[in-house]
Every structure is written in structure tokens, then in C-alpha cells.
């Protein structure tokens, strides 16, 4: 099946800086590309859609201005925590769809996680 | 209410068990559903779509009831290795913008 990597897979920051998170489909090309967050003992929460070349799509409840989504290429989205505080520690998980059409289309595979811990 | 609605369990059951995972969807113009598996700290993996026709992928059986917005997933004859949280998950859009919702999971541990 198609490959996510993501990176990196750990970090760990001081509350009030920024981090950025790499996302990148390694064997197709995705021009749709999903981030979310999930917080321990719950589930994957959506926290938007990244086109490439045009801007993301947030969800409801979800700072633009704090999380910053960048989709510059078919096989690279990245996601910066900008000013990160503690309560934005979590488990970060981007997803790629590799189809425009046909049933690959509605098939996403993920990329294997970033866990941040802001001290 | 949740979009997507799962017992979060867990179910503890001894190899060789049948055990059985109900969803619910609130969203009527729901599209396509799936059954992920995740295990512990890792990404979720697809385990297999889901038909209103029904399907079945060897040991594992998954159900769809549109008019009841019911989905399940039966698991014969368990595996120590199926210990996960196994994760209910709907395509909600009509326009097919990909989004999916996520259950809250149910966890599995079987025991030898």
C-alpha cells in the first residue's frame, strides 16, 4: 500500500515556541492531505484539509493563525504549532488520499504520528 | 450527540471467542464507512471498508444498516494479535471532500 512518513516522530518543546510537523506521501502523489489531533483516550479529531496550492480548510473550533498549514507540493504538507503551549501536547497524525477518482478515492493512509510534549 | 457513536468497551474475551463491535452514525447523508484498527500509540490502519451489501475479509465480517445508521464489525475465532481499539469511521459528505469522522474506538483485549 501507499507510504506516509511523517517527522519527526517526537518532540518535545519549551511552552512559546514553534514546531513544525512534515508530512509527505513517499510513492504517490496526494493532492489531499488530512491533520489530526488525538488526545490520549480519545479519538482522532479532524483539524483540517490541506490542498496543495491553495490554502487549508480548518474545522470548527480550530486557529488558523496557531496552526499553520502548508501544502506546497504533491507528496509535502507540513503543520506548524506556532507559540505552542502545554495543552497543545498531543499526538499529531496527517493523512494522505492517494486517488482523485475511482476506489482509490476514498482511501486515506496515514502517516505513523508526531507525539509533542510542551514543557 | 456524537457523529459517530461506539462503545468504548473494553471487551475482554479469550482466543477463539466471537466477539462483536456496534456503531452508530448520526448523519443520514453519511457516504462510505470503514473499521480501523489501531494499536497502542501507533497510526490507525484501514481494516476494510464497509457495504451495505455487507463483506466479510476472512475472520472479520462487517455489517452495514442505512435505515438504522448502524455499522458492525464481528471478529471469529480471535487472536491474541487482534488486542486493539478498533475505530468506527464514516465519510459524512455528500461532496466527497474525504473528511472522515472518527468513533471514539473500542478496545479489544483478547486473552490467552
Known amino acids: 500500500g501507499a507510504v506516509v512518513s511523517q517527522h519527526p516522530s517526537r518532540v518535545i518543546c519549551k511552552s512559546g515556541t514553534s514546531v513544525k510537523i512534515e508530512c509527505r506521501s513517499l510513492?504517490?502523489?496526494?493532492?489531499?492531505m488530512f491533520w489530526y489531533r488525538q488526545f490520549p483516550k480519545q479519538s482522532l479529531m479532524l483539524m483540517a484539509t490541506s490542498n496543495e496550492g491553495s490554502k487549508a480548510t480548518y474545522e470548527q473550533g480550530v486557529e488558523k493563525d496557531k496552526f499553520l498549514i502548508n501544502h506546497a507540493s504533491l507528496t509535502l504538507s507540513t503543520l506548524t504549532v506556532t507559540s505552542a503551549h502545554p495543552e497543545d501536547s498531543s499526538f499529531y497524525i496527517c493523512?494522505?488520499?492517494?486517488?482523485?477518482?475511482?476506489?482509490?478515492?476514498?482511501?486515506?493512509?496515514f502517516g505513523p504520528g508526531t507525539r509533542l510534549t510542551v514543557l | 450527540r456524537k457523529e459517530v457513536e461506539q462503545d468504548p468497551g473494553p471487551f475482554n474475551v479469550p482466543e477463539g471467542a466471537t466477539v462483536a463491535f456496534n456503531c452508530t452514525y448520526s448523519?443520514?447523508?453519511?457516504?462510505?464507512f470503514f473499521w480501523y484498527r489501531q494499536d497502542c500509540r501507533k497510526e490507525p490502519k484501514l481494516l476494510m471498508s464497509v457495504y451495505s451489501s455487507g463483506n466479510e475479509d476472512g475472520r472479520f465480517t462487517a455489517q452495514l444498516n442505512r435505515a438504522s445508521q448502524y455499522i458492525s464489525l464481528l471478529i471469529r475465532d480471535s487472536k491474541l494479535s487482534d488486542s486493539a481499539t478498533y475505530l468506527c469511521v464514516v465519510n459524512p459528505s455528500p461532496g466527497n471532500t474525504g473528511k472522515l469522522i472518527f468513533g471514539q474506538g473500542t478496545t479489544l483485549q483478547v486473552k490467552p
Open positions: 510513492d504517490f502523489q496526494a493532492t489531499t
Open positions: 493523512s494522505a488520499r492517494a486517488g482523485t477518482s475511482g476506489p482509490s478515492y476514498n482511501e486515506q493512509f
Open positions: 448523519n443520514s447523508a453519511s457516504q462510505s
